[in-house]
């Protein structure tokens, strides 16, 4: 844990933070490497270099202590240390862990620090580590994942981590992605020294240049031809000064994005750069758990899919798990699948108000459920819940092969779950493929009701007369749901995906008759005068009353327990005792302490609120005394 380090916005694994140092530094940022090791004349951070010389630990505590009282107490130092390549293993170096373990105890508490960490070491008490040969595991994609998430389940979740040696404009997007806060110019330095100019689409050799990509004051007052006829060290200064203002302006860039919540979208395309990057994104996004627990529950902007690793980001999987795993649809006996739309939510769009016409009097027979790609399958009722009404995509009219099979895999899974009497679909073109394979592959029928356009009088009158013939059969037991149940079904799937099981909780009538109040989309959910939740339509979640709270308490989901206080506002990180680990950012949580009950929702995950000794954990709605 940190008294130096807080987190201020999060993006996932990327955060915003600040070192409360002297000056104050705000990451995720970019070390001067020469400005690192001047020990005489001190920054906000400095390296204490190497102790290979150091014969004893007490000249060990000497030389920190030494070097302390020279910067000062709001000076960060990282720690002396001996620097090994990741692949020699942490038991043989005896010698480095029990003087980093005795060093850690010296300094503890004397001001910020920072420590070399490698993979099976012990981690001491810092605020700010040191990814050990960060740099030795550029192009090994798979190696530099998995030695970063290890790295990060060693340390506490509000230290910052370092990764020193590998950055490059083109790589900064992903790095802090992944969880990196902290960077260094080394890089751009070697490269300003071999004629090399960086940008964020990639490195150009000096010759190959005929003029200069940017516009920063330095490329503007030169050109290539003019710079190439310098002596090697005047070339060398400005190739550094551009290679420096290449990096702080993709970092500001980045740190932009985190702001607004969109810097997937811009990795997503940051990363075709280099094969490496776009093999480090899709490695990551098989690490579901490691980003999942740090992605929020719905975001406030427009979630993009324009690349085919939208499939496998952690917003379409989550959707996708919920609904195989916590939804549970109406007790209706005709499924009917219809294609997406580009409007959001669905049932506004054009060609969906024309299905619902068309169904008429039939719809409370009929379960609706909507095809489309990257989510999968939607249904009706998850319409509003992000990110179903908030994502956008490229519309071609052509389908790749992943899309097809993500999507089928989606629906078989569901179908395989639930079982309908019949199974309508008013599709057409790729979204019949899929269809007919998962009729193949469960060996069920489903009645196709279009042949060319979807909206077409035939096709509309053809939907009518396939569920109306449906419903006459003798087969068929004619289950509806009537506007009132069809209202808490609405809400109680939502509650389902938002709580799981637990939201059954939520719509028990043991003391009161429930009802839905409101126009949709701004449904609330009351149990005789008291109510208990109201649908939000901006994310289209529930958020709780402190009514509703009270019922939700029983499961012990979702719940965040605090010391003995008021709360008076935001609960911070260290008043919180115990937090659900199924907590995410954004998610609607219960507080529960021996003098209040409070309803509100989370900044940061179940195991951040535990693990973290600063930040907002809950930003509170309701309180009530106890």
């Known amino acids: 844990m940190t008294q130096y380090f807080e987190i201020e916005q999060r993006d996932g694994a990327a955060r915003i933070g600040k070192l409360l140092l002297s000056p104050e530094l705000r990451t995720p940022c970019i070390f001067s490497t020469a400005e690192l090791g001047k020990l005489e004349t001190p920054g906000p951070v400095v390296d204490a270099g190497s102790f290979w010389g150091v014969k004893s630990d007490a000249e060990l505590e000497a030389y920190v202590n030494q070097i302390r009282e020279k910067a000062g107490n709001g000076t960060l130092i990282i720690l002396p240390h001996q620097a090994y390549p990741p692949a020699i293993p942490a038991e043989s170096l005896g010698k480095v862990e029990r003087l980093t373990a005795r060093n850690g105890e010296n300094v503890e508490d004397t001001g910020p620090t920072g420590s070399l960490l490698r993979i099976g070491g012990k981690p001491e008490k810092t605020d700010l580590y040191v990814m050990e040969g960060a740099g030795t595991l550029e192009n090994n994609a798979r190696r530099f994942l998995e030695t970063v998430i290890e790295l990060k389940n060693q340390i506490p979740p509000d230290t910052a981590l370092y990764a020193p040696k590998l950055a490059l404009p083109e790589n900064i997007a992903i790095l802090v992605y992944l969880g990196i806060d902290i960077l260094d110019d080394t890089r751009a330095e070697i490269a300003a020294y071999s004629d090399i100019y960086l940008t964020a689409a990639g490195s150009f050799y000096l010759d190959s240049l005929t003029e200069f990509p940017c516009r920063c004051s330095v490329c503007s007052a030169s050109t290539p031809a003019e710079l190439r006829k310098l002596p090697k060290t005047e070339r060398a200064k400005f190739l550094s000064a551009h290679n420096r203002n290449a990096l702080e302006a993709e970092l500001s860039l980045v740190r932009e994005r985190i702001r607004a919540g969109i810097l997937r979208e811009y990795v997503e395309g940051q990363c075709r750069v280099r094969p490496w990057l776009t093999a480090l994104l899709r490695l990551g996004d098989f690490e579901y758990s490691y980003l999942e627990e740090k992605v929020p529950a719905f975001r406030q902007n427009q979630l993009l899919a324009d690349t085919s690793e939208a499939l ?315």
């Open 312 to 626: 496998s980001r952690v917003e379409v999987v989550r959707f996708a798990r919920r609904i195989q795993e916590r939804y549970t649809p109406p007790d209706l006996e005709i499924l009917v699948l219809f294609p997406c739309a580009a409007k959001k939510p669905y049932s506004i769009s054009q060609s969906h108000q024309k299905f619902i016409l068309a169904l008429g009097k039939y719809r409370k027979f009929v379960h609706e459920v909507i095809l489309t790609s990257p989510l999968g399958i939607v249904p009706r009722e998850l319409e509003l819940t992000y990110p179903a009404s908030h994502y956008d995509t490229a519309v071609t009219g052509h389908w790749d092969e992943e899309e097809k099979a993500w999507v089928s895999g989606c629906l078989e899974a569901y179908l395989s779950k639930y079982r309908y009497k019949a199974v309508v679909a008013h599709v057409e073109g790729a979204y019949r493929e899929i269809c007919e394979r998962v009729a193949d592959s469960l060996n069920i029928e489903i009645i196709y009701t279009a042949t060319g356009s979807l909206v077409s009088m035939e096709a509309l009158s053809n939907l009518k007369r396939t569920v109306e013939s449906l419903y006459a059969s003798e087969s068929f037991s004619k289950k509806s749901l009537n506007a009132e149940e069809g209202k808490k079904n609405f809400l109680r799937a939502i509650a389902e995906y938002q709580f799981g099981e637990d939201a059954a909780l939520l719509f028990s009538e043991e003391t009161g008759k429930l009802a839905v109040k409101g126009r949709f989309p701004k449904y609330q959910l009351f149990s005789g005068k008291k109510q208990l939740a109201t649908l939000v339509p901006q994310y289209g979640m529930l958020a709780l009353s402190l009514e509703g709270a009270e019922r939700m308490l029983k499961s012990e989901k979702y719940l965040v327990k605090i010391d003995d206080f008021l709360p008076r506002g935001s609960i911070l990180a260290p008043g919180v005792t115990e937090a659900y680990p199924g907590i995410r950012p954004n998610d609607e949580v219960i507080v529960l302490g021996k003098k209040a009950l409070c309803v509100g929702r989370a900044v940061m995950s179940g195991e951040e609120m535990v693990k973290s000794s600063r930040g907002v954990a809950v930003d509170v709605r309701h309180i009530k005394k106890l």
